[in-house]
Structures are given as C-alpha cells and as structure tokens.
C-alpha cells in the first residue's frame, strides 16, 4: 500500500524522492558570510538521511541583511566558493534535491548570535545600519531602522537577484524567498511594521507591493526549470497584525508570477505575538492557503510524529512536510519514519547496510507478523 508521505512529488523538471522536507535552520556559524566546516558536516549528514528536500538556512542577500555576525549570506565570490563547496559534498554523498532560502532581516538585523543572547549589537560590537519599510524598532531596547527610499528599495531587490543568480550558479535545486519570521519582507507585509503612506504601505495591496516585485525579480533570473517559492508567515499573532486572509490574498497573487511553493510558518514580526503550541499547529494555515490559492504547500510545526506527518499529507492538508528541530533531534527521521510506515527511503550506498532490510533480525518489531 502506498504511504503517501514517502510518494515522489514534482515541481517544474525537480522530483523529489518524497514530501518530507528538512526545512531552514539558522547555524550562526559563518565566516563572513562564508559557509564553514560546521556547513560541510550539518549539511552533509542532513543530506544523507532519507529526506526528499534539505533547504539550506537563511541565506543573506548583504551583509546588512545578516541576523548576526555570523550568519550565512551569499553576497561575495567567497561566499559563493565556499557554500559551492559544502553543497558539492551533499551532492557528491547525499541522496536529497538540495534547496536554498534568500533572505534579508530588516530591522531584525545586527544582532548578537542567539547562543550570545540574541540582544542587538553595540557600537563597540560592530553594529551596523539596519533597514526595514518604516523608521519603527522591532521593540524598545532594539535598533531603529532606517526606512527605505526609492534607491533603497531598488538596491535590495538588485541584491536578491544577484544572490538568486550566484545560487543558481553553486547548482541549487530549488529556491526559497523569505518572507516570514519579521524579516525584511514581512515588514513589508504586516502593518504593524510597515507605516509608510507611498506605493509600498497602507492598502493591503500596497503592502504586498514590494515582496511582490521582489519575487518577480528572483523568478526572472532563476531557471525556469527550477522550483522557486517562498515561506510566509501566515498571522502575526498579535491583533492588528498581518492574518491568514492577508496571506491568502497574497498567495494568490503570487500565483500568476511564478510561484511554485509556498511553505507556511508564522510568527516572528513583534514581540507581544501570543502563540499557540501543539503538534502540528500550523497545518491548518497551510490547508486554508492552499485551498485558497491553489499553490503546492508545506505545512512545519512541531511535526515530529510520523502518523501526523503522513496523515497531513494523506488528508491534502499539506502537500510536503518540512521539520526543523526534529531533524536536528534525529537526521535519521526520514529513515525512522519510512520503516514505522512501512515504506521506503533513500539511503546512500556507503549506508545502505544498514537499512532494516539488510539485518531484520535486528529489527524484530518491523517484521510482518
């Protein structure tokens, strides 16, 4: 019987092995901007372990756009030389399409490392100039962003461009706009952040205006034959903020410019956002904007039980699954959750010995009763 979690699913000329999805995870552990030797190993074992897609963490398009110091950006020939490198591994050793997320923080900028106390940057620490739609802080204690003008507008989508062709360069599979989590292009989006009273602010329409020209940007220098979407955050969780019937309208307008994907989160814009937490609390964004829109999703949150993950899948909730700490907690979870499923997943040859199949007297609890 097929499990429909571990069946093939296609986006543009990509078919992936399966919906399971390794979805973005920030490491802090750039150079730079440059990918390390911590990019080599997370990435590489991510790649081997079943999954049909690993996205790779947020990618910044500047430096200005970095969260932190340390965070990946693919804004410079190094930059490029060593991400090349760790993804040459995962496509060397690896057994899944391999993904990118281009991204900007905005105001959420020039900050301290999370594993620092995530606290924004000092003088004294390097602190640089953060940009955002309006002259309005993300809270009290953080930076105020200069808002951007005609030129500063311009300038950030050329940066999306360039970083979206150094990716399609490096061999990406597929690529991923960010506009979620509070960052540039959510602030955009939400009112909360956006207080302009040009072309780019007020109406919903005006709102959307600018991650709209972005995307059609990327998706005009990105391969037509690669997948290009883009995550959302579906509600601020804090009233007066962005909602779910906002991003509806907004998946639907992305729609007729190319939109492949939209992988949907929430969240991350203000700090008064009440969340709330459970297995799966986010799938039912993604069901409604997919019904809405007509878009393929990908449904995240707190999604680590492999029943859930396949019923999401099963139901037409959700057409992928993306997880993050569950990965983090198990790369091997495509794995785990093929065999409780009684199906199928990728391995690479230096590991197939130890599929189940290959020792089941190891594996009593698998065996047809």
């Given at each position: 019987?097929s499990?429909p ?10 078919e992936?092995?399966?919906?399971v999805?390794?979805a ?11 990918a390390?030797d ?47 490198r760790?993804i040459?591994?995962?496509r060397?050793?690896g057994v899944?399409?391999?993904g ?15 594993l ?5 940057l000092?003088a ?10 309006s002259a309005?802080?993300?809270?009290d ?5 200069q808002?951007?003008?005609a ?7 050329g940066?999306f461009v360039?970083?979206?062709?150094r990716?399609?360069?490096?061999g990406?599979?597929?690529a991923?706009?960010?506009a ?7 602030e955009f ?32 220098v ?7 979407g ?10 007066g903020?962005?909602t ?6 907004f998946?639907?307008a992305?729609?007729p410019r190319?939109c ?14 009440k ?5 799966g ?9 997919k ?10 949150g ?5 029943k859930?993950?396949?019923?999401v899948v ?17 790369p ?6 093929a065999?409780a ?9 230096q ?7 290959t020792?089941p ?9």
């Amino acid at each position: 019987m097929s499990v429909p979690l571990f069946t093939p699913i296609s986006l543009r000329d990509l078919e992936l092995a399966n919906r399971v999805v390794v979805a973005p995870m920030c490491q802090y552990q750039a150079d730079d901007g440059s990918a390390s030797d911590w990019h080599l190993m997370h990435l590489g074992q991510m790649s081997m372990g079943g999954f049909g897609l690993l996205i790779i963490e947020a990618t910044h398009v500047s430096p200005a756009g970095r969260i932190t110091p340390k965070c990946l950006g693919l804004y410079s020939d190094e930059n490029e030389q060593a991400l090349a490198r760790a993804i040459a591994f995962c496509r060397r050793h690896g057994v899944a399409s391999l993904g990118i997320q281009l991204a900007h923080a905005g105001r959420k900028a020039s900050t301290h490392p999370p594993l620092a106390g995530g606290k924004p940057l000092s003088a004294d620490d390097g602190a640089w100039t953060t940009v955002a739609p309006s002259a309005v802080a993300y809270a009290d204690d953080w930076h105020v962003p200069q808002a951007l003008d005609a030129d500063g507008l311009t300038r950030v989508k050329g940066q999306f461009v360039a970083a979206a062709e150094r990716a399609a360069r490096i061999g990406f599979d597929l690529a991923e706009v960010h506009a979620a989590h509070g960052y540039l292009l959510h602030e955009f989006l939400s009112p909360l952040s956006n207080r302009r009273d040009d072309a780019y602010g007020g109406s919903l329409e005006n709102r959307m205006r600018f991650p709209l020209e972005v995307f059609e940007a990327v998706r005009a220098v990105w391969p037509d034959d690669r997948p290009l979407g883009i995550r959302v955050s579906a509600t601020d969780w804090v009233d007066g903020g962005w909602t779910l019937e906002e991003t509806m309208a907004f998946a639907k307008a992305l729609v007729p410019r190319g939109c492949d994907f939209i992988d949907v989160s929430s969240g991350g814009l203000h700090p008064s956002q009440k969340i709330e937490l459970g297995p799966g609390y986010q799938v039912g964004f993604a069901e409604a904007i997919k019904q809405a829109s007509g878009l393929t999703t990908m449904a995240v949150g707190m999604i680590r039980d492999p029943k859930l993950a396949n019923a999401v899948v099963a139901e037409g909730r959700a057409d992928m699954v993306a997880l993050a700490r569950g990965v983090m907690y198990d790369p091997r979870w495509a794995w785990h959750a093929a065999a409780a499923l009684r199906a199928s997943a990728p391995y690479p040859a230096q590991y197939a010995r130890c599929h189940p199949d290959t020792w089941p007297q190891a594996f009593p609890e698998l065996q047809d009763q």
